[in-house]
């Protein structure tokens, strides 16, 4: 072992083990925990809603090109939800929240409607910042025209609710 890859060694272990290591994650801790009380305070909703052909994990979808439609076309919904209530007890971080979705027509006659399409009741040892998620959606016999999805996301914990809409168009 030369003395360059000896000193680059300790130099990392001083780094990674050391009192910055420690001091560098009690503050990302703290930062954590600010989020969430900032979270818990503010009104549910959607961060992000993006109709996508593709989902394939956090932040990584394709989104759709327009809002033109065709029968029979998959559409998937990507969603970050934001200001989902954590509750904090005894070392645990917990989310629970659901979602319905409704596609009505322009003058908002419900042509279909799904509660709880998607539930979520997470609890882990760690807080959880990045939540995100999608459903699918076939639109099966729809007549061309202009119609809206809507998408209703329940905080079960926080007792409060948020909803987005889509407006899009059925075409031949």
Do not use: C
């Amino acid at each position: 072992m030369n003395i360059r890859t000896l000193l680059s060694g300790l130099l990392l272990a001083g780094i990674l083990g050391g009192p910055w290591g420690f001091a560098q994650d009690d503050e990302v801790s703290r930062l954590k925990e600010r989020i969430i009380e900032i979270q818990n305070y503010e009104s549910v909703g959607f961060r992000k809603f993006i109709p996508s052909s593709q989902v394939k994990s956090y932040g990584s979808y394709v989104p759709l090109a327009d809002n033109k439609i065709r029968q029979g076309d998959v559409i998937f919904f990507y969603f970050e939800p934001k200001n989902v209530f954590t509750k904090t007890a005894g070392g645990t971080y917990e989310n629970h929240y659901t979602l319905d979705m409704t596609i009505q027509t322009e003058k908002q006659q419900v042509l279909y409607k799904k509660e709880t399409i998607l539930e979520v009741h997470d609890q882990s040892s760690s807080p959880r910042l990045d939540l995100h998620g999608y459903f699918k959606f076939t639109l099966e016999v729809i007549a061309p025209g202009k119609y809206l999805v809507k998408a209703t996301i329940h905080d079960k914990l926080k007792g409060q609710s948020g909803e987005i809409t889509w407006p899009f168009e059925v075409v031949k």
